[in-house]
DNA sequence: TTGTAAGCGTTATCAT
DNA sequence: ATGATAACGCTTACAA
């Protein structure tokens, strides 16, 4: 059995609230006295019982985070910054699949954490779909960090058109979505295009299922088996760059000789791909940091609701051998 | 201010016990009652607080999953296989990172967690540092579920013979480790080739600082400045034979048509390298299944002490293209 | 069938 | 400077 506060007043002949005093470091504490408890704390090898603090305070120091795998790096990643970020606030963080409809409802609704952080696939219905589940309710106000999707895809396509590049192609378009991450990296491209005084050609826009490496290979085979020419991809993220590399390399296709290559999310994978991924990097500890922040803060003004915040992190373009610069073509 | 059991019962004009009953399906509840006090529930979004529960019950129904990094995918994919596994017993999952000497002890020594689950690199050292650091204390008994790390690197190794392989480079040996993941994977390497008649020959053995796909490209670049021939490689795990696809893609050496290679751990990426990796799978999600288990045995045997307990799980050969039988040499 | 009350281990408000 | 004692919200003997 674990030793209680009890155990510890009674064999330093004190009464809790004296071990309590000498744990929370209170002032007016005589030194003999505090020196008494913390020998008796030492011998019975006290430890606060957390679940009883917690009912006292109301708060567990745990916030989830729900997220649909973590065998995709994206969220892989995106987790371990958090769960550091977490730290520094002194938080630990349980992690939840979140399986389609009951996005992470168990531990949470149960108040088992004193917030929830939600990362998605960035498509439209689900983000909407998350909404009615919030235990909170849907007056609740919600924070949200996001990234510049639509700059930084944009950044991307005029990273490729810099090159000389003119057939860009655009690949993880997703047909139904119309406001998620997929839509607003779509009007990137196509607003670099314009800018550059090209018309967007809808056959060089290539629709995906998923944004995984399987796609990007498949739609890449695709795209070569159309014959549809061009010199160029702009993928909506990583995994479908990595996927069209694959590709690319098994057709004989040399990158960036021939086509230049473009991703988006700076995974750790993207360094080791044959050849080395030139990609947008979202920000992620940022988004990692801000986010725990914000919640924290929430989580600190229980009572006073602050008003829902969004905040948009910067990104970069970070270079690398998929782009690098032909030196003849 | 969330609702509480007294909420409820005086609401429904009963006594709190009359509510718990009901909540927890007792029996002897007159309909009419109950029916009374799950209106009042539904009328006041009554949730159980799982804290006060927790505070009776001494469970929290949470374990804690103390790893090194999710950024390396076989932890992402273990960790996933976890929370899947914990979930099926009612377990919610706490994850933390290891970082050197005070391997998870946060919440774990404070009483958040139920039980603790270890995975590290397989390194001598880790290991034995971790037992000092159990909340429990050292003499507490300890399950340890493991994979045949021996017998599937020799089941690695005369696959490659049996293609015909003679030349077959170890690629992870660890010079120090002499009771970890690394000695007993060379170990499974040096029996093959004895049991075939081979001689072993130390240029094969090449070692690296870490199992990651940097060093396996690392190394891999070194052996072949070495100009030691080879015609198969035998990776310690899967990133390490990733990295060295990637030298032999650099370099322009077919695989499998020149060297054939063979990895460790079935990661996702395995099968969408170029070409996909031939690995063993060394049964993650029975191990996930087994751990979970186990620990909520012991869980639930509070007081009883389990024995220590030490399961062994079976792996498979996966075949894939990077030991294709080659067509002619 | 339902109610009363004790107690889980803390923290915090009073007194003293 | 320290000690009783009442919460926190729940489960569960024991009574009624």
Redesign the interface.
Known sequence: M?ATLSDVAQLAGVSIKTVSNVIHDHPNIRPATKQRVLDAIAAVGY??????R??RSGR???ISLVLP???N?YF??L??AV??AA?REGL??????SRGADAGA??S????VDGMLFSTLGSEAEDTGLYAQL?AGPHSPVDHVTMRNTEAIRAATEHLLALGRRRIVALGARPGDTSGAGSLRLLGYRQALAAAGLDSRPELERAVESWT??DG?AATEALLNSGTPFDGIVAFNDALA??AL?TL??RGIRVPEQVSVIGFDDL??AR???PALTTISPGREQIATLAVQMLAERIAERGEPLPARTITVPFALVERESTAQASAD
Do not use: C, K, M, W
């Open positions: 674990a430890r606060p019982n957390l679940t009883a917690n009912l567990t120091g745990v795998t973590l065998r790096p892989a990643e987790a371990e769960i550091e730290e630990s963080v349980l992690i939840e699949q168990r531990a609704t149960a108040q088992l235990p490496r399987f290979a990595l996927g694959r390399g098994q750790d994978d080791y791909s044959l």
